[in-house]
T-cell receptor
Framework: GENVEQHPSTLSVQEGDSAVIKCTYS??????FPWYKQELGKGPQLIID?????GEKKDQRIAVTLNKTAKHFSLHITETQPEDSAVYFC?????????????FGKGTKLSVKP | NAGVMQNPRHLVRRRGQEARLRCSPM?????VYWYRQLPEEGLKFMVY????????ESGMPKERFSAEFPKEGPSILRIQQVVRGDSAAYFC??????????????FGQGTRLTVV
């Protein structure tokens, strides 16, 4: 079946450094790629997304890149802060369907050390 | 503007009992999705519903699990005769539109089901 691979599973950085999380997907029809941040005991919170007609998108300290040919996309967080510590999930839409119908990666636990 | 509301937040059931999980979508949203998350795992898609219709239930076990989204009221995920393996966090998400339209999905805080 279709799947999304996410690496690394854990990531530890010093405050102020950059963090990069990478994902690959298998479904060629996927056209929507959101990133979610999940804090302990809470639901996933959408932080940024990208659609297949765009190669890069940036929102303040967060950026996402998409390479449709290689079927991979990445999350970049610059100038990390302790409050960025959380589990981050990438996801890809199932086929070309609804943007709530998603396949998730297994998550990256990001720790930002002050 | 309330977000996606799920209740209860925590639910404990004995093996063999029924679990009912409720989800009220964001105001104006007519598409609801249910996901299951096991500890240290990503979210797994279960079912996608619109009002009074199941659009995609490919991720939902064929037995003991059912979902509905009636014309009035919240969406319900129902698990009959629960077993220990059903213990997980169940998340609901909603979106304004579906079918590839340009709207995001927002998640609720989840219901943590524990089967004892």
């Amino acid at each position: 079946g279709e799947n999304v691979e996410q690496h690394p599973s854990t990531l530890s950085v010093q405050e102020g450094d950059s963090a990069v999380i990478k994902c690959t997907y298998s479904d060629s029809a996927s056209n929507y790629f959101p990133w979610y941040k999940q804090e302990l005991g809470k639901g996933p919170q959408l932080i940024i997304d990208i659609r297949s007609n765009v190669g890069e998108k940036k929102d303040q300290r967060i950026a996402v890149t998409l390479n449709k040919t290689a079927k991979h996309f990445s999350l970049h967080i610059t100038e990390t802060q302790p409050e960025d510590s959380a589990v981050y999930f990438c996801a890809a839409s199932i086929g070309g369907g609804s943007q709530g119908n998603l396949i998730f990666g297994k998550g990256t636990k990001l720790s930002v050390k002050p | 503007n309330a977000g996606v509301m799920q209740n209860p937040r925590h639910l404990v059931r004995r093996r063999g009992q029924e679990a009912r999980l409720r989800c009220s979508p964001m105001k104006g949203h007519s598409h609801v999705y249910w996901y299951r998350q096991l500890p240290e795992e990503g979210l797994k898609f279960m079912v996608y519903l619109q009002k009074e219709n199941i659009i995609d239930e490919s991720g939902m076990p064929k037995e003991r699990f059912s979902a509905e989204f009636p014309k009035e009221g919240p969406s319900i995920l129902r698990i009959q005769q629960v077993v220990r393996g059903d213990s997980a966090a169940y998340f609901c998400a909603s979106s304004q539109m579906g079918g590839g339209m340009d709207t995001e999905a927002f998640f609720g805080q989840g219901t943590r089901l524990t089967v004892v």
